[in-house]
């Protein structure tokens, strides 16, 4: 766990805390007018669900390692939405009040810290919503196989293992869909040779041939 961040607070007085979420373990944010925090992923992966007041939900991020989660996502919708950030793996985030932070932004490495922070945050934003700006739920699978693979992958001889647990709940979660769809779509894309899915370890693992056949097929 890379500890930069908790250095630089201390030497900056600025009061925060560190805690860990498990496999799972989530987080449930609404808006607050007052003692608005953030936090900075230290370790680990998470993903961001905003959830309306009628249950559903979409998924709006995928963060790992040095990005920022502003636990006031927006103010627009504050009465209607609710975001929760759940944990893929072990992650470990240290959190911090906006207002103690605002008193020192005059400290200008740290300012632009942030806000490159908030820059790459961003991309991330956009990643995810690029996935499930698509009609069809095949391609948004396949998507966010890609991003997992672009983001987390490790690259063997012909495939790329991702490193962390994802089950299908997940995947359909992530993507705005249902487990029964998810699945057949898997089964598919296993009968084609293009992934591997052990499901009792919930390992995914994408073939190069995903990639090949993603630029050949149109998916309606």
Known sequence: MNNKW???LLELDIPFYV??????DSIISKYKHKNSSAAIILYGTVYVLKTFTNGEAI?????????????NFSTLDKDYVYYKIIALEE?????????????????????IKIFNLFRNTLKKYEMISYVISHKSIRYRVIQLFVLLCQEFGCINN???KIPFEISQVTISNMIGSNTITVNKIMRDLINQFLIK???KKKILICYFTLFTYLRKNKIN
């Open 6 to 8: 908790v250095q630089l």
């Open 19 to 24: 805690y860990k979420l498990n496999k799972g």
């Open 59 to 71: 998924c709006v991020a995928l963060l790992n390692y040095n990005n920022i989660i502003d636990f």
């Open 91 to 111: 992650t470990y985030l240290i959190n911090f009040y906006w207002l103690d932070f605002i008193f020192i932004f005059n400290h200008l490495p740290i300012a």
């Open 158 to 160: 012909n495939f790329i």
């Open 197 to 199: 899915y052990i499901v």
